[in-house]
């Protein structure tokens, strides 16, 4: 009967190893002779079908090979029983276990996972403090030992890093972020194992940094001014005043108020008004008599959650336009006359009376000039400035018991507005050289 020289033999094969490569060369001896001592070898029915499928047994030598592909992680272990047998009758067969221990090589790369809320994309607020985590990432490797042993790295100069604890590693937040600046990162992260040589395999995806409201809208100039003409149109358009803000969606949105105020002791809103797009209009007829100018507050906020605020400064200058007509305040006027006397023997020159005029108007609009228009020009002549009408000639004997003359005050307006008054002067009898004394003027 045939014997093995050992009832177990241990041998290690490497994972992968090509078809045909020897496991083992068994020998049972047989010290009978003819059939008798002819020994046929077989692996007997328990063996699994995948180590069947993986090894095969020459029938007559013992020897046997690997037959498929033998992978570490699968099994590490074979364990095949073997039978030895010789064709004499009522022979014996004799059995032995061959353990075969399946060598890891470093086939395997390492595998990546991503853990975070949105497997897509990974979300980071743009207030994310430092070492806020963001996602958990999973590094796995088939391979036994050192083939197994992993190490992550995150390529390139982000504001992120890895922190690697035993079995998982965490993506977290490793500078500022700022949306307005930079919305998108693409991240790669690199794992080795510890092969020989060593495997390696990457795994890129993006991180959006998303928007808080941390901009308030500002202004594109901190102060406006308009010119306006006064008598303007109410609702006329005056001025648009422009705000931007840098963040998204609501938090980005800007809307304008007037702040309020007040303009001559009444709400600055009965004077302007502002709509959505910062176009400020009129509210009333601008009057520059009343009004010179005017300033008040714009805000622009943001839609966001609390809002955001800022001002901006407008001044609205109200224009004169020539609106006012002189108005006659000296000599006082009944019915727009007047009536004085001069002495009869009065000499040239003599002081007959001052015009005065107001006009509410600025600049040439309110410069006032005097002249007489029409009745007895011959006699008398009025100062264009200071108004003082004086005669120009004595009064002889022929003279006319009186004079009349009309005087008109205009301003200097693009079109000119005018009073006029309508004097009479009546000659009296002489007065005392005193008197005369005093009216007299001299040249």
């Given at each position: 009967?045939?014997?093995?020289?050992?009832?177990?033999?241990?041998?290690?094969?490497?994972?992968?190893?090509?078809?045909?490569?020897?496991?083992i060369?068994?020998?049972?001896t047989?010290p009978?002779?003819?059939t008798?001592?002819?020994v046929?070898?077989?692996?007997i029915?328990?063996?699994?079908?995948?180590?069947k499928?993986?090894?095969?047994?020459d029938?007559?030598?013992g020897?046997?090979?690997?037959?498929?592909?033998?992978?570490?992680?699968?099994?590490?272990?074979?364990?095949?029983?073997?039978?030895?047998?010789?064709?004499?009758?009522?022979?014996?067969p004799?059995?032995?276990?061959?353990?075969?221990?399946?060598?890891?090589?470093?086939?395997?790369?390492?595998?990546?996972?991503?853990?975070?809320?949105?497997?897509e994309?990974?979300?980071?607020?743009?207030?994310?403090?430092?070492?806020?985590?963001?996602?958990?990432?999973?590094?796995?490797?088939?391979?036994?030992?050192?083939?197994?042993?992993?190490?992550?790295?995150?390529?390139?100069?982000?504001?992120?890093?890895?922190?690697?604890?035993?079995s998982?590693?965490?993506?977290?937040?490793?500078?500022?972020?700022?949306?307005?600046?930079?919305?998108?990162?693409?991240?790669?992260?690199?794992?080795?194992?510890?092969?020989?040589?060593?495997?390696?395999?990457?795994?890129?995806?993006?991180?959006?940094?998303?928007?808080?409201?941390?901009?308030?809208p500002?202004?594109?100039?901190?102060?406006?001014?308009a010119?306006?003409?006064?008598?303007?149109?109410?609702?006329?358009?005056?001025?648009?005043?422009?705000?931007?803000?840098p963040?998204?969606?609501?938090?980005g949105?800007?809307?304008?108020?007037?702040?309020?105020?007040?303009?001559?002791?009444?709400?600055?809103?009965?004077?302007?008004?502002?709509?959505?797009?910062?176009?400020?209009?009129?509210?009333?007829?601008?009057?520059?008599?009343?009004?010179?100018?005017?300033?008040?507050?714009?805000?622009?906020?943001?839609?966001?959650?609390?809002?955001?605020?800022?001002?901006?400064?407008?001044?609205?200058?109200?224009?004169?336009?020539?609106?006012n007509?002189?108005?006659?305040?000296?000599?006082?006027?009944?019915?727009?006359?007047?009536?004085?006397?001069?002495?009869?023997?009065?000499?040239?020159?003599?002081?007959?009376?001052?015009?005065?005029?107001?006009d509410?108007?600025?600049?040439?609009?309110g410069?006032?000039?005097?002249?007489?228009?029409?009745?007895?020009?011959?006699?008398?002549?009025?100062?264009?400035i200071?108004?003082?009408?004086?005669?120009?000639?004595?009064?002889g004997?022929?003279?006319?018991?009186?004079?009349?003359?009309?005087?008109?005050?205009?301003?200097?307006?693009?079109?000119?507005?005018?009073?006029?008054?309508?004097?009479?002067?009546?000659?009296?009898?002489?007065?005392?050289?005193?008197?005369?004394?005093?009216?007299?003027?001299?040249?």
């Amino acid at each position: 009967m045939p014997v093995f020289d050992e009832p177990v033999y241990t041998v290690n094969v490497l994972e992968n190893s090509p078809i045909n490569t020897l496991v083992i060369d068994l020998n049972a001896t047989d010290p009978d002779e003819g059939t008798n001592g002819e020994v046929v070898y077989s692996f007997i029915n328990f063996v699994s079908n995948l180590t069947k499928q993986m090894f095969k047994i020459d029938p007559k030598t013992g020897v046997i090979t690997v037959n498929g592909v033998l992978d570490h992680e699968e099994l590490h272990i074979h364990e095949i029983d073997v039978q030895a047998k010789d064709l004499g009758p009522n022979s014996i067969p004799a059995h032995c276990k061959v353990i075969v221990n399946v060598i890891d090589i470093n086939d395997n790369a390492p595998e990546i996972k991503l853990l975070s809320e949105n497997s897509e994309m990974v979300e980071v607020s743009e207030n994310a403090p430092l070492g806020y985590v963001i996602a958990l990432v999973r590094v796995s490797d088939n391979d036994s030992g050192a083939n197994g042993k992993v190490q992550c790295r995150l390529q390139g100069n982000v504001p992120f890093r890895l922190n690697e604890f035993e079995s998982f590693s965490t993506l977290l937040v490793d500078g500022r972020l700022d949306r307005e600046q930079r919305d998108m990162y693409n991240l790669t992260i690199l794992a080795e194992d510890s092969g020989y040589p060593p495997l390696r395999s990457s795994k890129s995806f993006a991180v959006k940094v998303t928007d808080e409201n941390d901009n308030p809208p500002y202004f594109t100039k901190p102060h406006y001014q308009a010119m306006v003409l006064e008598n303007n149109v109410p609702g006329a358009f005056l001025l648009a005043v422009s705000a931007r803000d840098p963040d998204l969606g609501m938090n980005g949105t800007v809307s304008y108020e007037i702040i309020k105020s007040e303009v001559r002791g009444m709400s600055v809103e009965s004077y302007v008004t502002v709509n959505s797009n910062g176009e400020i209009y009129g509210v009333r007829a601008f009057n520059h008599e009343d009004t010179r100018t005017f300033e008040f507050k714009v805000s622009a906020k943001d839609g966001g959650d609390p809002p955001l605020t800022s001002n901006a400064t407008v001044r609205i200058v109200v224009l004169d336009v020539n609106d006012n007509t002189p108005v006659m305040t000296t000599p006082p006027l009944v019915n727009g006359t007047a009536e004085v006397s001069i002495p009869k023997n009065a000499g040239v020159g003599y002081l007959v009376t001052q015009i005065k005029a107001d006009d509410y108007d600025e600049g040439e609009n309110g410069r006032l000039t005097y002249s007489i228009s029409e009745g007895d020009m011959a006699y008398f002549e009025i100062d264009q400035i200071n108004g003082e009408v004086r005669t120009t000639k004595t009064f002889g004997e022929n003279a006319k018991p009186s004079y009349q003359i009309t005087v008109v005050a205009h301003d200097h307006g693009q079109t000119s507005l005018s009073a006029s008054a309508y004097i009479v002067i009546y000659l009296s009898p002489d007065l005392n050289a005193q008197e005369l004394e005093h009216h007299h003027h001299h040249h």
